[in-house]
């Protein structure tokens, strides 16, 4: 039944099953945050850099983002094709949408790997 309502016979199913389980993404790495903060409880620049600082942790946080980036994406999408009529105003504001969140992913991961440019 599952496998039958991701073909292409209902399109937008894949869609709502992936804004759907990037919120489960989300709401756990909240929980398990939330869960850290209260057993680490960081003070200072160094207590949150030795928060942030192990590799899994780093992963999971880029993983937080990108779903973040990908719900954001498909929410914007839809709310866009129910409110905007004009199809190349829509457009043009999807790409600005677009644009901005992938940069801002590629932000964050320049911020978490904490590459320089320089």
Not at 25 to 52: S, T
Request: charged share 15%; with cysteine; glycine share 6%.
């Amino acid at each position: 039944m599952l496998i039958e309502l991701l073909t292409k016979k209902y399109p937008g199913m894949r869609l709502w099953l992936a804004q759907r389980l990037s919120a489960v993404v989300l709401a756990v790495y909240l929980v398990i945050f939330a869960l850290l903060l209260l057993v680490k409880q960081p003070v200072g620049y160094e207590g949150w850099l030795e928060l942030m600082s192990p590799w899994w942790w780093r992963l999971f946080t880029l993983l937080f983002f990108t779903s973040l980036v990908m719900h954001a994406w498909l929410g914007v999408r839809d709310v866009f094709k129910d409110y905007i009529f004009n199809i190349k105003l829509r457009a043009v504001m999807q790409i600005l949408v677009d644009v901005l969140l992938i940069v801002y992913l590629c932000w964050s991961g320049v911020i978490l790997w904490g590459i320089q440019f320089s």
